[in-house]
Protein backbone atom coordinates (compact mmCIF):
# COMPACT_ATOMS: atom_id res chain seq x y z
CA UNK A 1 0.00 0.00 0.00
CA UNK A 2 1.60 3.49 -1.14
CA UNK A 3 1.48 6.08 1.73
CA UNK A 4 -0.27 8.59 -0.17
CA UNK A 5 -2.65 7.46 -3.04
CA UNK A 6 -4.70 9.61 -5.28
CA UNK A 7 -6.77 8.51 -8.40
CA UNK A 8 -4.43 9.95 -11.25
CA UNK A 9 -7.51 11.05 -13.35
CA UNK A 10 -7.63 13.01 -15.73
CA UNK A 11 -10.97 14.31 -13.82
CA UNK A 12 -12.58 16.66 -16.13
CA UNK A 13 -14.96 19.18 -14.55
CA UNK A 14 -17.06 21.55 -16.47
CA UNK A 15 -16.37 25.38 -15.95
CA UNK A 16 -18.19 26.72 -12.59
CA UNK A 17 -18.97 23.48 -11.61
CA UNK A 18 -17.18 21.97 -8.15
CA UNK A 19 -14.15 19.88 -8.35
CA UNK A 20 -13.51 17.09 -5.48
CA UNK A 21 -10.27 15.73 -5.54
CA UNK A 22 -9.61 12.91 -2.80
CA UNK A 23 -6.66 11.36 -1.52
CA UNK A 24 -6.30 8.68 1.25
CA UNK A 25 -2.70 8.53 3.65
CA UNK A 26 -1.92 4.71 5.28
CA UNK A 27 0.30 6.56 8.18
CA UNK A 28 -1.74 7.78 11.59
CA UNK A 29 1.30 9.33 12.19
CA UNK A 30 0.88 11.93 10.03
CA UNK A 31 0.82 15.26 11.37
CA UNK A 32 0.13 17.62 8.19
CA UNK A 33 -1.49 17.64 4.33
CA UNK A 34 -1.18 19.57 1.94
CA UNK A 35 -2.72 20.52 -1.36
CA UNK A 36 -0.56 21.12 -4.53
CA UNK A 37 -1.05 22.23 -7.76
CA UNK A 38 1.47 21.84 -10.85
CA UNK A 39 1.14 23.38 -13.82
CA UNK A 40 3.05 21.58 -16.92
CA UNK A 41 6.51 22.16 -16.65
CA UNK A 42 6.30 24.16 -13.47
CA UNK A 43 7.26 23.80 -9.60
CA UNK A 44 4.68 22.62 -7.35
CA UNK A 45 2.84 25.28 -5.56
CA UNK A 46 0.85 25.55 -1.92
CA UNK A 47 -3.10 25.51 -2.36
CA UNK A 48 -4.12 24.50 0.92
CA UNK A 49 -2.61 22.95 4.15
CA UNK A 50 -5.03 21.21 7.02
CA UNK A 51 -3.76 19.48 10.11
CA UNK A 52 -7.24 19.47 12.29
CA UNK A 53 -10.09 17.95 11.49
CA UNK A 54 -13.08 19.35 9.16
CA UNK A 55 -12.97 21.77 6.97
CA UNK A 56 -11.02 24.58 6.48
CA UNK A 57 -11.67 27.50 3.59
CA UNK A 58 -9.99 29.83 1.36
CA UNK A 59 -11.06 31.50 -1.34
CA UNK A 60 -12.73 29.30 -3.84
CA UNK A 61 -10.75 26.21 -2.29
CA UNK A 62 -11.69 24.21 0.97
CA UNK A 63 -9.61 21.15 2.27
CA UNK A 64 -11.50 18.41 4.52
CA UNK A 65 -9.29 16.66 6.83
CA UNK A 66 -10.89 13.47 8.76
CA UNK A 67 -8.22 11.66 10.22
CA UNK A 68 -10.05 8.62 11.61
CA UNK A 69 -10.55 7.52 7.90
CA UNK A 70 -7.11 8.81 7.06
CA UNK A 71 -8.88 10.94 4.32
CA UNK A 72 -8.07 14.63 2.84
CA UNK A 73 -9.89 15.95 0.13
CA UNK A 74 -9.61 19.21 -1.72
CA UNK A 75 -12.96 20.84 -3.58
CA UNK A 76 -12.88 23.76 -5.80
CA UNK A 77 -16.06 25.60 -6.31
CA UNK A 78 -16.73 27.61 -9.63
CA UNK A 79 -14.04 26.00 -11.74
CA UNK A 80 -12.02 28.00 -14.11
CA UNK A 81 -10.13 27.05 -16.94
CA UNK A 82 -7.06 28.32 -15.34
CA UNK A 83 -7.47 25.12 -12.39
CA UNK A 84 -6.32 22.90 -14.90
CA UNK A 85 -3.60 21.30 -13.38
CA UNK A 86 -2.05 18.25 -11.56
CA UNK A 87 -2.90 18.27 -7.69
CA UNK A 88 -0.39 16.79 -5.38
CA UNK A 89 -1.63 15.63 -1.98
CA UNK A 90 1.07 15.23 0.49
CA UNK A 91 1.70 14.59 4.37
CA UNK A 92 3.95 15.86 6.72
CA UNK A 93 5.60 13.03 9.09
CA UNK A 94 8.86 11.98 10.96
CA UNK A 95 10.48 15.15 9.31
CA UNK A 96 9.21 13.94 6.04
CA UNK A 97 6.82 15.60 3.00
CA UNK A 98 5.52 12.67 1.57
CA UNK A 99 3.62 12.88 -1.67
CA UNK A 100 0.93 11.17 -4.21
CA UNK A 101 1.24 10.59 -7.85
CA UNK A 102 -1.21 13.61 -8.23
CA UNK A 103 -4.51 14.23 -9.74
CA UNK A 104 -4.81 15.53 -13.18
CA UNK A 105 -7.72 17.91 -13.25
CA UNK A 106 -9.12 19.28 -16.79
CA UNK A 107 -11.72 22.20 -16.81
CA UNK A 108 -13.57 21.87 -19.40
CA UNK A 109 -14.65 25.56 -20.68
CA UNK B 1 14.57 37.41 -2.04
CA UNK B 2 15.20 34.12 -4.50
CA UNK B 3 13.66 31.73 -1.92
CA UNK B 4 15.13 28.26 -3.45
CA UNK B 5 17.71 28.21 -6.37
CA UNK B 6 18.53 25.47 -8.31
CA UNK B 7 21.55 24.91 -10.86
CA UNK B 8 21.47 23.86 -13.78
CA UNK B 9 18.11 24.22 -15.39
CA UNK B 10 19.14 21.24 -17.90
CA UNK B 11 21.63 19.17 -18.03
CA UNK B 12 22.57 15.57 -20.45
CA UNK B 13 24.90 13.62 -18.61
CA UNK B 14 26.31 10.28 -21.08
CA UNK B 15 26.41 7.13 -18.99
CA UNK B 16 28.77 6.64 -16.10
CA UNK B 17 29.17 10.41 -15.56
CA UNK B 18 28.97 11.87 -12.39
CA UNK B 19 27.82 15.10 -11.34
CA UNK B 20 26.18 17.64 -8.39
CA UNK B 21 22.74 19.60 -8.72
CA UNK B 22 23.16 22.42 -6.72
CA UNK B 23 20.47 23.73 -4.47
CA UNK B 24 20.72 26.63 -2.12
CA UNK B 25 17.78 28.79 -0.08
CA UNK B 26 17.84 32.18 1.78
CA UNK B 27 14.87 31.45 4.14
CA UNK B 28 16.72 30.36 7.13
CA UNK B 29 14.98 26.75 6.77
CA UNK B 30 16.40 24.02 8.57
CA UNK B 31 15.15 21.31 6.75
CA UNK B 32 15.69 20.44 3.00
CA UNK B 33 14.45 17.98 0.54
CA UNK B 34 15.52 16.42 -2.66
CA UNK B 35 12.72 15.04 -5.42
CA UNK B 36 12.73 13.27 -8.50
CA UNK B 37 9.77 13.67 -10.64
CA UNK B 38 9.40 10.72 -13.46
CA UNK B 39 6.69 12.10 -16.43
CA UNK B 40 2.88 11.56 -15.21
CA UNK B 41 3.73 10.66 -11.30
CA UNK B 42 4.12 12.70 -8.27
CA UNK B 43 7.15 13.68 -6.23
CA UNK B 44 9.74 10.44 -4.68
CA UNK B 45 11.60 11.97 -1.83
CA UNK B 46 15.47 11.44 -2.44
CA UNK B 47 17.34 12.31 0.47
CA UNK B 48 16.24 15.13 3.51
CA UNK B 49 17.85 16.95 5.80
CA UNK B 50 16.71 18.54 9.15
CA UNK B 51 19.80 21.05 9.48
CA UNK B 52 23.60 21.62 9.12
CA UNK B 53 25.38 18.00 9.18
CA UNK B 54 22.18 15.77 9.40
CA UNK B 55 20.79 14.20 6.42
CA UNK B 56 18.70 11.10 5.92
CA UNK B 57 17.25 8.59 3.04
CA UNK B 58 13.62 9.33 1.60
CA UNK B 59 11.91 6.63 -0.68
CA UNK B 60 14.40 6.46 -3.49
CA UNK B 61 18.40 7.16 -2.16
CA UNK B 62 19.87 4.81 -4.34
CA UNK B 63 22.29 6.30 -7.16
CA UNK B 64 22.56 9.70 -5.14
CA UNK B 65 24.44 11.10 -2.30
CA UNK B 66 23.71 14.15 -0.50
CA UNK B 67 25.71 16.62 1.97
CA UNK B 68 24.85 19.69 4.17
CA UNK B 69 27.68 21.60 5.31
CA UNK B 70 25.49 24.81 5.77
CA UNK B 71 22.08 25.63 6.61
CA UNK B 72 21.76 27.28 2.96
CA UNK B 73 22.95 24.56 1.00
CA UNK B 74 21.96 21.27 -0.41
CA UNK B 75 23.94 19.63 -3.13
CA UNK B 76 22.83 16.43 -4.83
CA UNK B 77 25.77 13.98 -6.27
CA UNK B 78 24.92 11.55 -8.97
CA UNK B 79 27.48 8.91 -9.43
CA UNK B 80 27.68 6.99 -12.15
CA UNK B 81 24.76 8.45 -14.28
CA UNK B 82 21.63 5.53 -14.97
CA UNK B 83 18.96 5.99 -17.58
CA UNK B 84 16.80 5.37 -15.06
CA UNK B 85 18.02 8.78 -12.88
CA UNK B 86 16.52 10.79 -16.00
CA UNK B 87 14.00 12.70 -14.70
CA UNK B 88 13.48 16.12 -13.38
CA UNK B 89 14.95 16.85 -10.06
CA UNK B 90 13.24 19.36 -7.11
CA UNK B 91 14.90 20.90 -4.41
CA UNK B 92 12.39 22.47 -1.44
CA UNK B 93 12.83 23.89 1.85
CA UNK B 94 10.76 24.11 5.14
CA UNK B 95 10.35 25.07 8.33
CA UNK B 96 9.83 21.73 9.48
CA UNK B 97 8.61 20.64 12.82
CA UNK B 98 8.75 24.05 14.40
CA UNK B 99 5.24 24.82 13.24
CA UNK B 100 2.31 22.76 11.70
CA UNK B 101 2.23 24.57 8.49
CA UNK B 102 5.32 22.64 7.23
CA UNK B 103 5.21 24.14 3.88
CA UNK B 104 7.98 22.97 1.24
CA UNK B 105 9.05 25.86 -0.95
CA UNK B 106 10.34 24.40 -4.31
CA UNK B 107 12.90 25.45 -6.23
CA UNK B 108 12.67 26.21 -10.40
CA UNK B 109 13.54 21.94 -10.69
CA UNK B 110 16.60 20.48 -12.69
CA UNK B 111 15.40 18.55 -16.09
CA UNK B 112 18.39 15.90 -16.23
CA UNK B 113 18.46 13.42 -19.17
CA UNK B 114 20.84 10.31 -19.11
CA UNK B 115 22.12 8.87 -22.50
Known amino acids: QKEVEQNSGPLSVPEGAIASLNCTYSDRGSQSFFWYRQYSGKSPELIMF????GDKEDGRFTAQLNKASQYVSLLIRDSQPSDSATYLCAVYRDDKIIFGKGTRLHILP | NAGVTQTPKFRILKIGQSMTLQCTQD?????MYWYRQDPGMGLKLIYYSVGAGITDKGEVPNGYNVSRSTTEDFPLRLELAAPSQTSVYFC??????????????FGQGTRLTVV
Open chain 2, 92 to 105: ASSYGAVILNTEAF
Open chain 1, 50 to 53: IYSN
Open chain 2, 27 to 31: MNHNY
